[in-house]
């Protein structure tokens, strides 16, 4: 029974994939000046939201879309910006017209366009395999010397740094990290060298970075 019902599970999971990956149709579409000459870096807007797609130099892009979508745009610093309807086929020539008027992104945003690219968010990493935030340090930073609570950075062709490196928790500089508990963390770097000069005298032996879960 056990078996038949992960199977159907299986399968279940399966068809659901099938149909999302069905939702997207792959457009492949062609952008020209009026003179039929290719337009390139032409960045196109899907129902007026700026994507990250741009034409390459014959002036073609591909770019995924959903049955909801509606509308394709091509924006060109040098021709403005033009659209047309999408009706579900997987090809589209978009053709500057002569004498159109040339815009910029503020002018866009006027007219109703999104031109800040949506950033997709990224999960926290899991910190919670360590026992403390010196383990986590030791093992996540390349070129971080740990001794107990005594942290050093090695940075790359140099030699092992004298003075323990500052440390930034939320922007702000601690002296400790044994309150901070591993699993509450949500991002570590390390600044070295000319990254590290913002903090002037304080990040000469490099700069550790944390972010903690929200």
């Given at each position: 029974m056990k078996i038949l019902i992960t199977f159907v599970l299986i399968v279940c999971y399966t068809a659901q994939i099938n149909a999302q990956k069905k939702e997207i149709?792959?457009?492949?579409?062609?952008?020209?000046n009026a003179d039929q000459q290719p337009v390139k870096?032409?960045?196109?807007?899907i129902d007026s939201v700026k994507t990250k797609t741009k034409t390459n130099k014959k002036g073609e892009f591909r770019i995924g879309l959903k049955p909801a979508n509606k509308t394709i745009s091509a924006y060109s610093w040098n021709y403005g910006i033009v659209t047309k309807n999408y009706q579900g086929n997987d090809?589209?020539?978009?053709?500057?017209?002569?004498?159109?008027s040339v815009v910029s992104e503020e002018q866009l945003e006027e007219l109703g366009f999104e031109t800040k690219v949506k950033r997709t968010r990224r999960e926290p990493k899991d910190y919670s395999k360590y026992l403390n935030m010196?383990?986590?340090i030791?093992?996540?930073?390349?070129?971080?010397?740990?001794?107990g609570t005594s942290i050093r950075l090695v940075p790359p062709n140099s030699i092992q740094s004298i003075q323990q490196p500052l440390i930034i928790v939320d922007g702000n500089p601690v002296s400790s990290m044994e309150y901070i508990f591993p699993r509450e963390v949500a991002s570590v770097r390390v600044?070295?060298?000319?990254?590290?000069?913002?903090?002037?005298?304080?990040?000469?032996?490099?700069?550790i970075l944390i972010k903690m879960k929200m």
């Open positions: 149709q792959w457009v492949n579409g062609t952008v020209l870096k032409a960045v196109i807007y090809g589209m020539l978009i053709v500057f017209p002569k004498n159109e010196y383990q986590l030791a093992t996540e930073i390349p070129g971080a010397v740990v001794n600044l070295r060298d000319d990254a590290a000069s913002f903090y002037g005298a304080r990040g000469a032996s490099g700069v």
